[in-house]
């Protein structure tokens, strides 16, 4: 629900110097805990909160025709359900230009990485490729629920297995899998989505903070030679960001993800090894 003006302008006062209502720096992101291996017939799947805000992901192979184009690259497909049951500013129906917007970011960081190997997809060079269909699932929406989403993907796709092939009857037998994991490289993407609300720019939002963002820039970035690459940027809302103001956020982005990256490194290995794989 949109937020009164009084509580927008006393957000950008007190963003003005510096605070925020959760006493957070303005940089800095709320606890953010990641379990994998939530659905029993997804062929991976993962659940991450950031703060109050949860999101799942799953993701569903099976085989197909490659496209004309990439005749030895398999196919991938993003997805995203925004429901009233994560937040009252959901409408229902068919997915609004939100859950479009959101899939297409998903989409974009993870191929412009580079993180999945999409040749190493291919069955039979122009007929037979596996397809990889990536569901996500917001299911409480209390800000930044767009980099929630990206990371859910991420740590999605990290716990998928390839189910049983058959190739002489051409079926895949699901819900039986194989040892062999998903082919990913190690240009792990990782979304950061900066807001700016009056002169503040400020990282992972509240949902009364997002309601209150005049603009955001949303930024992929993947590690090159142990270096932030950035993927994919994307700029959203109704305000400008000036020159300096993106460069400022260019900046920070680096930072935080030198501190952040490892952070998730960790907390997904943590999660693999919860479940013993």
Known sequence: MEISNITRRRITEYLSGGKR??????????????????????????????????????????????????????????????????????ELGPPGIESIEMARLVDRG???????????????????VWSLFLDIYPMNDDGN?????????????????????????????????????LPLTEHMPLTMTFHKIGKAIILDPTSEEEEAS????????????????????QKGNRKELTQAETFDILDSAGKVWQKLYPEILEKIEGARKKRGK
């Open 21 to 90: 209502f959760d006493c957070r720096d303005l940089l800095e992101q709320r606890p953010i805990t990641i379990e994998t291996g939530i659905s029993k017939n997804a062929d991976g799947s993962a659940r991450v909160r950031i703060g109050n805000t949860e999101v799942s992901a799953g993701v569903k192979m099976n085989v197909a025709e490659p496209y004309a184009d990439s005749a030895e690259a398999g196919v991938f497909m993003v997805t995203t359900e925004l429901s009233h049951l994560a937040s009252e500013k959901y």
């Open 110 to 128: 993870l191929r412009e990485s580079g993180f999945i190997e999409f040749e190493k997809l291919c069955i039979k060079k122009g007929e037979k």
């Open 145 to 181: 629920v767009l980099d929630a989403a990206c990371l859910a993907s991420i740590a999605a796709l990290q716990d998928t297995r390839l189910p049983e092939y058959d190739k002489e009857n051409d079926k895949v037998n699901f819900g039986h899998w194989t040892d062999q994991k």
């Open 214 to 233: 005049e603009a955001r820039l949303t930024i992929a970035i993947s590690p090159r030679d142990k270096k932030p690459y950035i993927n994919a940027m």
